[in-house]
């Protein structure tokens, strides 16, 4: 027995290197394939971009939780315009005493001006995180829309005028749990991670999305932003 104790520990300690190193290769695997398949479209791959949490973190706290958000893959759109980024995010959080790792796909795409803070979301982790505004939920004149989605914005007027018919039928045909927008950019994330053949679908919907915001929300400004 006194030996058995150190055995079932290195037998322990072995198997986690494995699979350690297991998902170290698969990582590796991923990043290879998003990368081969961004150079045949034209797009730019970074395997990690840490520093786009941090720079729009202020604008969209889903992106800082945990306080060591993590970002990976990130693929960059520039043509057709507006530019869309879209990368993986995670972070590690203690629920009930234990260790959770949340992931979400985010896509993030960059307007011509400044833009009200309004949140649309389910009633998620994100929707926790995004009701740190402190303002009640404001319903809209569809009841299918008031019953998947949560709005939130410092002033009324200005979720009504994103939120109007057109709009609203989007984003129900859209499987994204998050909407956002808030200082020069609209966010939309979703659990998990991005599927490869996702990418270009969620753009073209984020592009019709700010194609549909009316002229008097964006404060379009003179010179372009730094995005990622």
Do not use: K
């Amino acid at each position: 027995m006194v030996d058995f104790i150190p055995m079932a520990a290195l037998a322990a300690l072995a198997a986690a290197g494995v699979f350690g190193l297991v998902e170290e290769a698969w990582r590796h695997a991923r990043h290879r394939r998003v990368a081969r398949g961004a150079a045949e479209r034209g797009w730019t791959h970074r395997a990690r971009a840490n520093g786009v949490a941090r720079r729009l973190g202020p604008q969209f706290p889903l992106l800082t939780a945990g306080g060591h958000p993590r970002v990976r893959d990130l693929i960059e759109m520039e043509h057709p315009d507006p530019p869309v980024a879209c990368f993986d995010l995670a972070w590690s959080e203690f629920e009930r005493g234990r260790p959770q790792l949340r992931r979400y796909a985010i896509a993030v795409l960059e307007l011509p001006g400044e833009v009200p803070t309004v949140r649309i979301d389910g009633e998620t982790v994100a929707s926790r995180i995004s009701g740190a505004l402190g303002e009640p939920p404001i319903a809209v004149e569809h009841p299918g829309f008031n019953r998947r989605f949560r709005v939130r914005a410092p002033r009324r007027g200005d979720a009504y005028g994103v939120l109007h018919p057109e709009a609203i039928e989007l984003l129900l045909a859209s499987d994204r749990e998050v909407w956002e927008l808030a200082g020069r950019h609209l966010l939309t994330a979703q659990r998990g991670r991005w599927h490869e053949h996702d990418y270009g679908q969620v753009a073209a919907a984020m592009r019709r999305f700010a194609g549909l915001l009316p002229d008097w929300i964006v404060e379009v400004a003179p010179e372009p932003v730094r995005r990622w």
